[in-house]
């Protein structure tokens, strides 16, 4: 909803703003469908009951960031990261000497 409320900032402009090509034309495309259920080809997934483990399942991607995000606050640049591969990238007064 908020991509047709606000198109300049979530909807044609920030596709157009992150490369999407005909953003006038896909912000609000992207929004219709984003809102509509059952539209054409796509269909929200009829499960015999909604509960815990559909939302589970529906929020595996965001559960997935959080560890990443917890792992890379706890275990900071590694070795294998490409902070170490290129250390003129990392700003200065950051480096461990």
């Given amino acids: 909803?908020?991509?047709?409320?606000?198109?300049?900032?979530?909807?044609?402009g920030r596709f157009a703003s992150i490369g999407i090509p005909y953003p006038q034309l896909m912000g609000p495309l992207v929004a219709v469908?984003?809102?509509g259920h059952d539209f054409w080809i796509f269909h929200l997934g009829k499960l015999p009951r909604y509960g815990l483990w559909s939302m589970l399942h529906e929020a595996?991607?965001?559960?997935v960031m959080l560890l990443a995000l917890l792992h890379m606050l706890m275990a900071g640049a590694s070795t294998s990261s490409l902070d170490a591969r290129f250390p003129g990238s990392r700003p200065r007064g950051l480096a461990h000497e």
């Fill in 1 to 12: 909803m908020q991509k047709l409320l606000f198109p300049a900032i979530l909807g044609a």
């Fill in 33 to 35: 469908l984003e809102l």
């Fill in 60 to 63: 595996r991607l965001d559960f």
